[in-house]
Nanobody, 120 residues
């Protein structure tokens, strides 16, 4: 089994910054893609940013130039640096990881989510 534990959410004023972290632990042989998704009230979960094991990244258009995703493969951790936050960034942010375990096929795992609230 694999656990993803997120941290770093909170309340911030518009224009401010937050840094989210997500650490994976458990039965891990390798981690392929890692990413962040978010879900605002009444809306579907959407992609925010993803990063491959080699460091290639992809961002939602709405966060390009403001958010930066990175990862530390040695620590099985992915980060999301969020700058110039806007009220529309308010959502629960979820970490995702594509993990291959020892003697276990690849599987998709999700964190429990962390609330990010941006006040105007």
């Amino acid at each position: 089994q694999v656990q993803l534990v997120e941290s770093g959410g909170g309340l911030v004023q518009a224009g401010g910054s937050l840094r989210l972290s997500c650490a994976a632990s458990g039965n891990i042989f390798s981690i392929n893609g890692m990413g962040w998704y978010r879900q605002a009230p009444g809306k579907q979960r959407e992609l925010v940013a993803v990063i491959t094991s080699g460091g290639s990244t992809n961002y939602a258009d709405s966060v390009k130039g403001r958010f930066t995703i990175s990862r530390d493969n040695a620590k099985n951790t992915v980060y999301l640096q969020m700058n110039s936050l806007k009220p529309e960034d308010t959502a629960v942010y979820y970490c995702n990881a594509d993990v291959r375990g020892w003697m276990v096929p690849r599987n998709d795992y999700w964190g429990q989510g962390t609330q990010v609230t941006v006040s105007s």
